[in-house]
């Protein structure tokens, strides 16, 4: 993988910093007018979401990490692991738990997502951002009410529980931003 | 404006700026202090390890010749102090390589300005003169807060910026969340001084609508004088504007020895770190030779000065074309 000088660091590059691949959020390049120029850098751990702050000598170099998204379909679970197909070269990833972490509860079947993949590896799926899912389980609202003020927990189909308004029932489709796992609308059929 | 081709700055920037200079020059004129210019692409250039310069060559088969832009028109605006040319001034530009951010653009406006028996003291008082005038700032009002670089430091990190204990300055560094100083930095004192100023230090200023600190340790003393009194500090002072470092001025060091001395020490850096060595400038070192008189000196960034006449974030909001357009 190349090597980049902290001249290239920008947000979104990614990099190897001690053994992990990492995506640089901020840098800012500090330089007394009469000394040592500093490069420091705010960056995102990709395997573990942890955000660090280090700081560089200017004009040091380091490991580039060969972290690409693609965009890629969900099959099954299979046990442990959960399978995923690029859909133009039917090639299959399988990834762990700590993989799809909190991804897992908006995993549908066929939905197109985003895997990370560092050195061709999944290290996270990302959902697509608004989801359709069917709830399986909400208690009875109250028929009439279309207030929606207040609302009630929902389970849906892939377990995710969401707060739904008191009108929603077992067995509808609703849509589902899975940024902020709130609910946004009844889906009609 | 998103094209690559377009101003990155609004256009407004191009008159407060173009009012900025003339504010400068008619500050310089009322005072007597002379404009001059001096070349930008010259034969040699400064030793310093921390300033990377672009050079290039100057075309005459087969004996082409390399050509240096200048970090700073220092060394030939001395040549003219030491052909007795009285106190002089010049906004020019100015080239480091590898120097790109919020605050630094490669090629930057520079205000460089010299003045003939002036003592340190004198200087700073000008210096607080003009930046007042062009802010359009009442000196009572203004809250200027001038401090000696030992006072700042170790008020705010209980360290002695000029007595390097490394085993004080280490357990510093654990204990505020810079451990990354103590690999980067190992041995090197200045190395140190540098991370803790721009990492604790610099940021606090912010507090200071304009803040002079003098009285540097001397191993940063640069192209200062170190002080008559004192061997532990130099004859210098900065000047930071809400943080941000905007003016750096010296008891100009006239002893063509000493400097020539400094010039090797940088060079010596320079080898132990696989850099290029740098030719000693000796159009310079004969004007020191010749006599340079007793003066002060100050360079000041106007692009960074612009930012805070402007209220702006960085220096590409006041540039048309930075870096990554030019």
């Known amino acids: 993988m190349a090597k980049y000088s902290t001249n290239e660091f920008k947000a979104g590059l990614k990099i190897m910093l001690d053994a992990d691949p990492c995506a640089i959020i901020e840098n800012e390049f500090i330089k007394p007018g009469k000394g040592q120029a500093f490069n420091r850098v705010k960056i995102r751990n990709l395997k573990n979401g942890r955000i660090i702050e280090r700081t560089f000598k200017s004009g040091e170099s380091v490991e580039g990490a060969d972290v690409v998204d693609v965009d890629i379909q969900y099959l099954y679970r299979d046990g442990d692991f959960w399978h995923f197909m690029m859909p133009d070269t039917f090639e299959q990833y399988q990834a762990d738990k700590n993989t799809v972490a909190d991804s897992v509860k908006w995993l549908k079947d066929q939905a197109i997502c985003t895997m990370t993949l560092w050195n061709d590896l999944p290290l996270s799926v990302t959902p697509p951002n608004f989801v359709e899912l069917s709830i399986t389980d909400t208690d009875p609202g109250l028929k009439g009410d279309t207030s929606g003020g207040g609302g009630k927990p929902a389970t849906l189909e892939t377990g995710a529980v969401v707060r739904v308004p008191l009108f929603v029932q077992i067995g509808e489709m609703i849509k589902v931003d899975t940024r902020t796992g709130e609910y946004v609308s009844r889906v009609k059929e | ?326």
Request: aromatic share 10%; with cysteine; hydrophobic share 40%.
């Open chain 2, 1 to 326: 404006m998103n094209a690559q081709w377009a101003p990155a700055c609004n256009l407004k920037q191009l008159q407060c700026r173009a009012q900025m200079l003339s504010k400068i020059r008619a500050f310089f004129e009322q005072r007597k202090v002379l404009e001059v210019e001096t070349p930008l692409l010259c034969h040699s250039t400064g030793t310093d390890p921390q300033l990377d310069f672009f050079s290039s060559a100057y075309h005459c088969s087969p004996n082409n010749k390399q050509m240096y832009l200048q970090t700073s028109p220092e060394f030939a605006m001395k040549r003219l102090l030491a052909a007795g040319s009285g106190s002089i001034y010049q906004i020019c530009k100015a080239f480091r390589n590898g120097e790109s951010g919020r605050f630094h653009n490669p090629e930057f406006s520079i205000l460089e300005w010299y003045r003939v028996n002036y003592n340190l003291q004198q200087l700073m008082d000008e210096t607080i003169e003009l930046l007042l005038y062009v802010l359009e700032k009442n000196k009572s009002t203004a809250n200027i807060k001038v401090l000696t670089y030992s006072a700042l430091f170790e008020d705010i990190t209980a360290l002695n910026p000029c007595v390097f204990c490394l085993q004080s300055y280490i357990s510093y560094a654990e204990s505020n969340d810079l451990t990354d100083a103590i690999s980067l930095c190992g041995k090197d004192h200045s190395m140190w001084l540098d991370f803790i100023f721009s990492h604790i230090i610099q940021p606090q200023l912010d507090q200071y609508p304009l803040c002079i600190v003098y009285a540097y340790p001397a191993i940063q003393a640069s192209l200062s004088r170190i002080n008559i009194d004192n061997p532990a500090i130099a004859d210098r002072f900065e000047v930071f504007i809400k943080g941000i470092e905007i003016a750096n001025g010296f008891l100009e060091l006239a002893d063509r020895n000493e400097q020539e001395r400094r010039f090797d020490q940088e060079n010596e850096v320079r080898r132990s770190k696989g850099m290029m060595l740098v030719k000693k400038d000796p159009y310079f070192l004969d004007a020191l030779s010749a006599g340079l008189p007793e003066c002060s000196g100050i360079a000041l960034g106007l692009d960074r000065l612009l930012m805070i006449l402007t209220n702006s974030h960085s220096l590409k909001e006041v540039m048309p074309f930075p870096f990554d357009r030019a």
